[in-house]
């Protein structure tokens, strides 16, 4: 099967939110013929990546801040965000905490726990979009940094 894939370049911006919402469709669009489950998994991934790299992407000059990547090859799924941050050790710590998640066999739990910090009022807003796309989206994910890059991809069967 033919691969099919989309591809972006931004920079934080006021019109860089219409993008996501541009993108949100499009995704959908593309994934038309797949369960409507998929779908929003795949629309739901995209946008949070896609809102991640905007939001803490550093943008450089003569560069996008923030660079997206969507490719749908037969049976597997794969979104990638590639952003510039401030600190090797930015990208280490983000890093570390994709590995975290992918290690923790109860996704959910982790996801229920984040929700719980809320409720309990110990926790600021925020903090709940990668482990929504390794829960709900059911997608892998994996983070290569270095050089004040990171590279975030997500990865999933797609039947
Ligand atoms: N592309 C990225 N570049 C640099 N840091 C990132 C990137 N994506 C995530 N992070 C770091 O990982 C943290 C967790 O990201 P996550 O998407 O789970 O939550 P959030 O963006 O803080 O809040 P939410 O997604 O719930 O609005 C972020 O707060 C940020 O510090
Ligand atoms: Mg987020």
Same mark, same amino acid.
């Given at each position: ?7 972006? *370049?931004?920079? $934080? %911006? $006021? /019109?860089?939110? #219409? ?9 959908? &669009? ?5 369960? +409507? ?9 995209? %946008?949070?990546?896609?809102?991640? #790299?905007?939001? !803490?992407?550093? $943008?450089? +000059? /003569?560069? =996008?801040?923030? &660079?997206?990547?969507? &490719?749908?090859?037969? /049976? ?34 982790? !996801?229920?726990?984040?929700?719980? *910090?809320?409720? *309990?009022? =110990? ?12 829960? +709900? /989206? ?15 991809? #997500?990865?999933? #069967?797609? $039947?």
């Amino acid at each position: 099967m033919s691969e099919t894939c989309i591809e972006l *370049d931004l920079l $934080p %911006s $006021p /019109g860089c939110w #219409a993008k996501i919402r541009e993108l949100r469709q499009r995704v959908k &669009r593309l994934m038309a013929s797949y369960d +409507e489950d998929v779908q929003d998994a795949a629309v739901m991934t995209a %946008s949070e990546l896609l809102e991640n #790299a905007l939001k !803490y992407g550093v $943008p450089v +000059e /003569g560069t =996008s801040a923030a &660079r997206f990547e969507l &490719r749908l090859d037969g /049976g597997a799924l794969t979104i990638a965000t590639t952003n510039v941050v401030d600190s090797d050790a930015d990208g280490t710590a983000l890093r570390e905490r994709i590995e975290r998640i992918m290690r923790e066999p109860d996704k959910e739990a982790l !996801y229920v726990q984040r929700l719980q *910090d809320f409720v *309990d009022a =110990s926790a600021v807003a925020g903090g709940l979009g990668l482990y929504r796309v390794a829960f +709900e /989206g059911a997608f892998d994910l994996q983070c290569a940094t270095g050089n004040k890059m990171v590279v975030v991809t #997500a990865r999933r #069967a797609v $039947p």
